[in-house]
């Protein structure tokens, strides 16, 4: 999955969301909340920012035709789990209950 900032155009003027793609880039979500540069130090800050910038050379869209695509888009065909495994099955396979249990620590 792959994500990018866009610049969006709705009732209220513009605003900046982040949007969802697969790889191939084919829409998966998008962000109904505006997004607010961040960053733990100035420079992700700034960083955060330009990426921001970055969103404006590409065509604004709006949420109406975000929905739209994604309505038209094929249900995706549910992951096979039958094959998943429980943490106490691992546990247990990988003997780890004994050690842990041995482990006085």
């Known amino acids: 999955m792959l994500w990018t900032y866009r610049v969006f155009h709705d009732k209220d003027g513009y605003c900046i969301r982040v949007v969802y793609y697969e790889r191939d ?11 607010m540069p961040t960053g733990a130090t100035a420079e992700e800050l700034l960083q ?12 604004i869209l709006t949420m109406e035709e975000l929905d739209i695509e994604l309505a038209t888009l094929p249900p995706k065909p549910k992951k096979d789990r ?5 943490l106490d099955q691992v ?8 050690a842990v249990s041995s482990n006085p620590d």
């Open 48 to 59: 955060d920012i330009a990426a921001f910038k970055q969103a404006f050379e590409l065509p």
């Open 91 to 98: 546990m247990t396979e990988l003997d780890l209950e004994s």
């Open 25 to 35: 880039g084919t829409l998966i979500s998008y962000q109904k909340e505006p997004a």
């Open 82 to 86: 039958s094959q998943n495994k429980t």
